[in-house]
């Protein structure tokens, strides 16, 4: 069936509809390039059509984008000269789009040329804005719902079909940096209010209001700014001097946002400066020369296919049990505080009705109060409407009757993290509940083999580790305990599809796979204090890695009186095998001095009396003092990352972690891991094994065996073997394979 079709009415507009066959939202294949430029040509050939209107047969949307699993597998499928085949692709991409802009006008008079507009009836994202951004007017449905922008920074690349030079062009480097450096995504009114669509019409009328103006349609009102002579650069070119200070300023701004770290949003702002010095044909040229470097660099391929093919992937279950569908009707969330509350706002956003239970009702109706705020919130953004916080507001029962939880089919249980009062409050709800119900509990550090030895049905038993704030963070974290049952997985993970989050499903074992990696990576931080590493070094070090938060910044926002909680547990278990005496001795006399971190207003930084973080806390220099001799950034900087990404290797050796693509996935949404690499798994793949075994001998002769290099990790590197060509099809780890 075809991607693009065209019909002709009477009055001489041809409607060339995108609608892929099989898909709820349009997205470009090459084939579909194809087929939209056979429609082109042939209506610009026919004397008989007066103009264009391009639009979509999906209802709602126009277009999501470019097929990303076609752009990752672009580089492979180039040929031996990969460089040159993606560039020559690209132009030839480039060619459609200017064929369309130009619409068959003469090219010195820029008269003859046939009106085309683009009809959004609403969302377009990527290659979905680019379309439209190449015809002569942007009609867009006044559908709320709608996002139109640019996000393909977010994903390791950026809009690479003309998109970064005709917005810079239209807006001015200034107005079109939200939409590009940020992937900045707009309703419709919002994105007519910043230049980008032209008009917003009653979604009855888009047609035919675009073809109205396409009958009526001027040459002078087809020919785009940048093919008239002369055009200026809106705000100022480079060397003018407004665009010399809009550049400088744009510039730090990258650069302080990313570290240096993201190649795209470098090669985005090299492409916007040095087009706006040439011609428009030069300057497409350029962008697709940068296009291409962007699309060389491993990391955009990493990013893509962590951030959005194995993302989506595991959104559409693809670890998923064979059960029948497991979508909650009637969730009881246990416990009303932080992260109980948060579970219950999530749950209620999307449509599920919520018992909300605490032990007193003054707590409970705290817990529904901070639905309430953070859809006030909403309402001030013009993101929810007043109708919306009603719905939401009226699906959480706040209570503490745990009758009223009869009728739910799951249980998440966000209680106090101690497992007597769990397995209390476990043997009360099953014996309220009906017997089909699954029972979750949300703990981040609790095994849940043992917690579940208190439910009489320990098949459907599980854990659900949400991740704070829970309304922000992207990732859910399900754990199977031993005896935990395929029905109880496959509702945990509908649940968390309902919710729109992602999830992991990993094995239990101690901290599971999330906090195993980053704790490790917060003591190494703390270590390298007490060894005199200068924390100033330490904390950039790991923002220049990609990193968000230095590890004493994160312990900051974690707080330090958890992790002496979580240290003193651990110890508890592991007794003489606890390997981070030294970390304790920095830890503990923090908590002595009563620097608790960010909620006290101390810690190791120090905060203002609004509690906003100010420089590093100078008396830890006191007590720690730095080294005369400091480490060069990369011996810092592996130190970091090497700790994280060993554990995960150690963690899918010992089957706690099934699929690296969880791996990957999980590790960037869930404790911010580098994202430019792709996750703890591509980047050994990008460092290559043998390097990686070798770094990791390195280490381990000058810092412990905390950095042995893994058997697997090991055998990978002496067979020159990467994890995504091993085990990239999700297939978990066989020792015995």
Same mark, same amino acid.
Not at 24 to 34: C, H, I, Q, R, Y
Not at 40 to 45: C, E, Q
């Given at each position: 069936m075809a991607e693009f079709t065209m019909d002709t009415d009477a009055q001489g507009v041809a409607t060339i509809t995108w609608d892929l066959p099989g898909k709820?939202?349009?997205?470009?294949?090459?084939?579909?390039?194809?087929?939209?430029?056979?429609?082109?040509?042939?209506?610009?050939?026919?004397?008989?059509?007066?103009?264009?209107?391009?639009?979509?047969? *999906?209802?709602?949307?126009?277009?999501?984008?470019?097929?990303?699993?076609?752009?990752?597998?672009? #580089?492979?499928?180039?040929?031996?000269?990969?460089a040159r085949g993606l560039f020559e692709g690209i132009m030839r991409i480039h060619g459609i789009m200017r064929k369309i802009e130009l619409a068959g006008m003469d090219p010195k008079t820029k008269k003859g040329g046939k009106p085309i507009a683009a009809a959004l009836p609403g969302t377009a994202l990527g290659i979905g804005l680019e379309l439209p951004l190449c015809t002569h007017r942007i009609f867009a449905a006044d559908n709320p719902k709608a996002k139109i922008g640019l996000p393909e920074i977010k994903i390791g690349i950026f809009p690479g079909a003309g998109g970064t030079t005709r917005l810079a062009r239209k807006l001015g480097a200034m107005g079109a940096s939200p939409l590009l450096l940020e992937g900045k995504l707009n309703d419709p009114a919002k994105a007519k209010s910043a230049g980008v669509v032209d008009e917003v019409v009653p979604a009855g009328e888009l047609l035919d209001r675009a073809k109205a103006w396409v009958l009526g349609a001027t040459d002078a009102d087809i020919v785009k700014p940048w093919d008239q002579k002369g055009y200026k650069f809106p705000g100022g070119a480079p060397y003018h001097p407004s665009g010399f200070m809009t550049f400088v300023g744009a510039s730090a701004m990258v650069n302080g946002n990313t570290q240096g770290a993201y190649p795209a949003a470098k090669a985005l702002l090299s492409a916007v400066y040095e087009g706006a010095l040439v011609p428009f044909d030069t300057a497409l040229r350029i962008e697709a020369r940068y296009f291409t470097h962007v699309l060389l660099n491993p990391s955009s391929s990493a990013m893509i296919r962590s951030l959005f093919i194995n993302k989506e992937a595991l959104e559409k279950g693809a670890n998923r049990p064979d059960a029948p569908d497991q979508r909650v009707r009637k969730v009881g969330v246990l416990g009303a505080g932080m992260m109980g509350a948060g579970i219950a706002h999530v749950a209620a956003n999307a449509g599920i009705e919520v018992v909300l239970i605490d032990q007193a009702q003054e707590a409970a109706d705290r817990g529904k109060a901070h639905s309430e705020g953070l859809l006030d919130k909403g309402i001030a953004r013009k993101r929810v409407t007043a109708e919306q916080k009603a719905e939401v507001l009226a699906r959480i029962d706040a209570t503490t009757d745990l009758e009223r939880l009869k009728?739910?089919?799951?249980?998440?249980?966000?209680? &106090?993290?101690?497992?007597?009062? *769990?397995?209390?409050?476990?043997? *009360?709800?099953?014996?309220?509940?009906?017997?089909?119900?699954?029972?979750?509990?949300?703990?981040?550090?609790?095994?849940?083999?043992?917690?579940?030895?208190?439910?009489?049905?320990?098949?459907?038993?599980?854990?659900?580790?949400?991740?704070?704030?829970?309304?922000?963070?992207?990732?859910v974290e399900i754990i199977k305990g031993e005896r935990t049952g395929a029905r109880a997985v496959a509702k945990a993970l509908d649940f968390v599809r309902q919710i729109r989050k992602t999830p992991i499903v990993v094995n239990d074992a101690r901290f599971f796979y999330a906090n195993r990696c980053i704790i490790p990576y917060i003591n190494e931080g703390i270590r390298m204090v007490r060894?005199?590493?200068?924390?100033?070094? /330490?904390?950039?070090?790991?923002?220049?890695?990609?990193?968000?938060?230095?590890?004493?910044?994160? =312990?900051?926002? =974690?707080?330090?009186?958890?992790?002496?909680?979580?240290?003193?547990?651990?110890?508890?278990?592991?007794?003489?095998?606890?390997?981070?005496?030294?970390?304790?001795?920095?830890? &503990?006399?923090?908590?002595?001095?009563?620097?608790?971190?960010? *909620?006290?207003?101390?810690? &190791?930084? %120090?905060?203002?009396?609004?509690?906003?973080?100010?420089?590093?806390?100078?008396?830890?220099?006191? #007590? &720690?003092?730095?080294?005369? #001799?400091?480490?060069?950034?990369?011996?810092?900087?592996?130190?970091?990352?090497?700790?994280?990404?060993?554990?995960?290797?150690? %963690?899918?050796?010992?089957?706690?972690?099934?699929?690296?693509?969880?791996?990957?996935?999980?590790?960037?949404?869930?404790?911010?891991?580098?994202?430019?690499?792709?996750?703890?798994?591509?980047?050994?793949? /990008?460092?290559?094994?043998?390097?990686?075994?070798? =770094?990791?001998?390195?280490?381990?002769?000058?810092?412990g065996p905390r950095f042995a290099c893994p058997d697997l990790l090991r055998r990978m590197a002496e067979e020159g073997a990467t994890f995504y060509g091993r085990f990239g099809d999700g297939r978990a780890f066989d020792a015995a394979a």
């Open positions: 709820s939202m349009n997205v470009m294949t090459l084939n579909g390039w194809e087929e939209l430029e056979t429609l082109i040509d042939r209506a610009l050939a026919d004397e008989g059509v007066k103009g264009i209107v391009l639009t979509s047969g *999906k209802e709602g949307s126009f277009a999501g984008g470019m097929d990303l699993n076609v752009i990752a597998r672009m #580089r492979d499928e180039a040929g031996d000269d990969p009728g739910c089919d799951l249980i998440v249980e966000a209680v &106090f993290e101690d497992p007597g009062v *769990k397995a209390e409050m476990t043997k *009360k709800v099953e014996a309220v509940v009906g017997e089909d119900a699954i029972f979750a509990t949300n703990t981040s550090t609790l095994p849940i083999t043992e917690l579940a030895r208190a439910s009489a049905r320990p098949e459907q038993f599980i854990g659900i580790h949400f991740f704070s704030p829970v309304d922000r963070m992207m990732l060894e005199g590493v200068e924390p100033a070094l /330490i904390e950039n070090a790991a923002k220049l890695a990609g990193m968000p938060l230095g590890p004493l910044q994160l =312990t900051d926002e =974690t707080s330090i009186d958890l992790g002496v909680k979580i240290a003193k547990a651990t110890k508890a278990a592991m007794g003489a095998d606890y390997p981070n005496d030294e970390v304790d001795e920095v830890l &503990f006399w923090m908590a002595d001095q009563g620097r608790m971190g960010r *909620k006290a207003g101390k810690g &190791f930084y %120090a905060y203002d009396d609004k509690g906003k973080r100010q420089l590093l806390w100078d008396g830890l220099a006191e #007590r &720690f003092p730095a080294a005369e #001799r400091q480490p060069d950034l990369v011996e810092v900087q592996n130190r970091l990352l090497f700790v994280q990404v060993l554990e995960a290797v150690r %963690a899918y050796e010992e089957g706690v972690l099934e699929d690296i693509r969880e791996g990957d996935v999980g590790a960037i949404l869930g404790w911010g891991f580098a994202p430019w690499s792709g996750g703890p798994f591509a980047w050994l793949d /990008i460092l290559g094994a043998p390097y990686a075994a070798e =770094t990791c001998d390195t280490l381990a002769d000058r810092f």
